[in-house]
């Protein structure tokens, strides 16, 4: 088995577990979205191979952490350029824990119709 290969399922399972973490807290409010889960383990099976190929020799467990911060980074910037762009508001901030339009319409959060 390959470096490579091997690093692309470490990344795989890293991100799988963050998907399954991110699923557990956010489902009950959000609903479940096949896209947002399967995210993750798709960028750490992308991003794990780059980061063995410039740190070489890390232990497995190391390079798992490592692919887990720089997918909660990298997707936490991604989701902050498109809220600042206007592409993106986060479903916990319009409906609120029980379903309820919250009532501050913050600049940041708030889109107003056109």
């Given at each position: 088995m390959g470096t490579a290969?091997?690093?692309?399922?470490?990344?795989?399972?890293?991100?799988?577990?963050?998907?399954?973490?991110?699923?557990?807290?956010?489902?009950?409010?959000?609903?479940f979205k096949m896209k947002t889960f399967l995210r993750s383990p798709i960028i750490g099976a992308v991003?794990?191979?780059i980061l063995g190929a410039y740190v070489p020799n890390l232990p497995p467990l190391i390079l798992a952490l490592s692919t887990i911060a720089v997918e909660r980074a990298s997707v936490e910037a991604y989701k902050l350029y498109r809220q600042s762009r206007g592409e993106y508001i986060p479903s916990k901030f319009i409906y609120g824990e029980w379903g309820h339009p919250l009532p501050n319409q913050n600049a940041v959060f708030y889109v107003r119709p056109s």
């Amino acid at each position: 088995m390959g470096t490579a290969f091997r690093n692309a399922v470490i990344g795989a399972l890293a991100g799988t577990l963050v998907a399954i973490g991110g699923a557990t807290k956010d489902a009950p409010y959000e609903g479940f979205k096949m896209k947002t889960f399967l995210r993750s383990p798709i960028i750490g099976a992308v991003v794990t191979p780059i980061l063995g190929a410039y740190v070489p020799n890390l232990p497995p467990l190391i390079l798992a952490l490592s692919t887990i911060a720089v997918e909660r980074a990298s997707v936490e910037a991604y989701k902050l350029y498109r809220q600042s762009r206007g592409e993106y508001i986060p479903s916990k901030f319009i409906y609120g824990e029980w379903g309820h339009p919250l009532p501050n319409q913050n600049a940041v959060f708030y889109v107003r119709p056109s």
